[in-house]
């Protein structure tokens, strides 16, 4: 399948799931924009798009403080000119404990990552997308990670 001329937009791509579409969406051909708090992470996932002929942008950012998620939207309208593809999978893991008193902490901050961020992003590029008829894909987990007992 190509994907010559799509712009894809995917969160936490520095590792796990996300790098692994960044580079194969590189192989496909796309533009591919990389989020992420780690740079030197990102830039080895730049590498090994690079060697599929893409050079992808890569927007060091933490997209769970809403400024940083809107100016990362704003930068890819900026370099292409639209987007086409959302992936939603920047996602992190927490553990808490209702005897040890961290438990809401934890809450928080998954809750703030992991669903927050995905509302904020969508919203930002919902308009982005309707005009190229894009998607979103949601990268989830079936399990919510930051409850123990002990
Ligand atoms: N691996 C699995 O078995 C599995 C199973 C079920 C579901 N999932 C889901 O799949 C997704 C990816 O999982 P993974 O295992 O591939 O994860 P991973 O390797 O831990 O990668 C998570 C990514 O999210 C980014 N990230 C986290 N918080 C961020 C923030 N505030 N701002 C910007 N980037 C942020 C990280 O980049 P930085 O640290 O550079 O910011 C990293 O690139 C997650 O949503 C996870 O819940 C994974």
Known sequence: MSFTGKVVFISGARSGIGAAAAIEFAKQDADVVIIGR????????????????????????????????????????????????LVNNAGIMRLGSIL????????DEVMS?????VMHLTTLAAPHLIKTKGNIINISSIGVKYCRFY
């Open 38 to 85: 780690n740079e030197a992470k990102m830039n080895n996932v730049y590498k090994q798009c690079e060697t599929h002929g893409k050079k992808p942008l890569v927007i060091k950012a933490d997209i769970s403080k809403d400024k940083e998620a809107k100016a990362a939207i704003n930068k890819t309208i900026d370099k292409f000119g639209k987007l086409d593809i």
């Open 100 to 107: 040890y008193g961290n438990l809401l902490e934890s809450h």
């Open 113 to 117: 990552t992991n669903l927050r961020v």
